[in-house]
């Protein structure tokens, strides 16, 4: 079992600020209409505004909503990853994301375990320097 060689990130107007966040290891959200929303968008979710979008630097703590442990894939830079948990992280602001869990035996993870973000730096081709958040269990 190796790490996951994530596909390479890029970002586009709507998720640059999520992405160079996760180059300084933070992970930033959207804000608006008390309603913290993740993927990045260009407006809001709830009021189709864009107006009073804000970023924000969220805690990077949560807890698993749902997991699968990935016994066989055969995409590039996930085969020698296997097994590799990839679950919904419930965060403390009340937004949900999709994220590998790392640094555990992955037949330890169980629904409602408290999770932290970490960031994998990747290695690019060109200036940019992103991270792919990743949780382990706290």
């Given amino acids: 079992m190796s790490n996951i060689e994530h596909p390479l990130p890029h970002a586009s107007f709507e998720s640059l600020g999520y992405w160079e966040g996760t180059s300084r290891s933070e992970l930033v959200l959207q804000r608006c209409c008390q309603i913290v929303q993740h993927r990045p968008r260009a407006i809001c979710v709830n009021c189709l505004d864009a107006s009073n979008l804000e970023y924000f630097i969220a805690s990077g703590k949560g807890k698993i909503y749902t997991f699968t442990v990935t016994e066989q894939n055969q995409a590039k830079g996930f085969a020698k990853a296997c097994p590799y948990v990839l ?13 590998n869990i790392v640094d555990c035996d992955p037949y330890e993870v169980s ?3 408290e999770v932290m973000v970490k960031f994998v730096a ?10 792919v958040p990743v949780f382990t269990l706290s």
Wanted: charged share 30%; net charge negative; aromatic share 8%.
């Fill in 87 to 99: 679950a919904y992280v419930d965060l403390e602001e009340g937004s949900r994301i999709l994220a």
């Fill in 111 to 113: 629904i409602g375990a």
């Fill in 122 to 131: 990747q290695e690019r081709p060109d200036a940019e320097s992103f991270a």
